[in-house]
């Protein structure tokens, strides 16, 4: 499957921002300028400036241009998790492997009312895990509604981004995740996969994920044994 321009654009624009090629601050081309860059028209050039702005990276003010964001993370996507000391600190050591893809029919109705499932209805679903040199730190379980078809996951092996996924595939943007965090004893092969002992309590943080225009996308249950690795998060605090 092709990958749109827009998505491509929309990359190449992210890397130079989150690289500090762009300086937070600073004006992006002009959109005229960028259909000459990119060799494009307009509307792709138009959907990558929104992208970046549904990810906070760039803000867009009519008449004036686009701007870098003050805030700029070299990571946005993984720094909206509480493993983002994880993802800093072994990002070049991380791996991440596709370990099962079938349809499962999801028993827990937290699952099936955000996905708008019947009883009985079957999802695309995925366990994936992430490992630093062999050694698994996450595991996960996704849940997406059929219309992500399982085929375009078996096509793409050992992806390392879901999210990434959606867009660059399915052409879908994620832009609303509620999390939720328990801690549960999760399924033997769950275990299995984290290497700890059978019925061994470990922290479930639960992602629902919403497109731009708020409907339902996906549902993430990510595993970790936080003996080995904690979830932290920093806030800044406005008065």
């Known amino acids: 499957m092709t990958i749109p321009l827009y998505y491509q654009i929309y990359r190449d ?5 989150c690289e500090g090629l762009y300086k937070p601050g600073a004006m ?3 959109e005229a300028d960028l259909e000459k860059i990119y060799g494009t028209s307009r509307a ?12 906070g990276l760039v803000l867009r003010l009519q008449g004036k241009g686009t701007f870098v964001t003050k805030q700029v993370r070299t990571h946005p996507w993984f720094t909206a998790t509480g493993f983002v ?27 099936q009312t955000f996905l708008n499932l019947g009883k009985k209805e079957q999802t695309t679903y995925l366990i994936r895990s992430q490992c630093i040199e062999e050694t698994p730190v996450f595991v996960f379980e996704h849940y997406l509604p059929q219309r992500f078809d399982l085929s375009i996951f078996k096509a793409a092996g050992d992806f390392i981004s879901m999210k990434e996924m959606l867009t660059s595939k ?6 609303r995740v509620h999390e939720k965090l328990a801690v549960r004893i999760p399924p033997k092969k769950i275990t299995d996969y984290l290497q700890v002992a059978e019925h061994t309590p470990v922290l479930r943080v639960r992602r629902f994920f919403s497109d731009n225009q708020g409907k ?6 990510q595993y970790v044994f936080t003996e080995k690795w904690e979830y932290e998060m920093d806030s800044t605090l406005n008065y």
């Open 13 to 17: 624009l992210q890397y130079k921002i």
């Open 28 to 30: 992006l081309p002009t």
């Open 44 to 55: 792709p050039v138009r959907q990558a400036l929104g992208a970046l702005e549904n990810e």
């Open 85 to 111: 000391n994880v993802y800093e600190q072994y990002w070049d050591r991380l791996s991440t492997q596709t370990l099962e893809i079938s349809l499962k029919v999801p028993h827990d109705r937290d699952i």
């Open 170 to 175: 399915f052409n879908t943007m994620i832009c």
């Open 216 to 221: 339902a996308v996906w549902v993430s249950n």
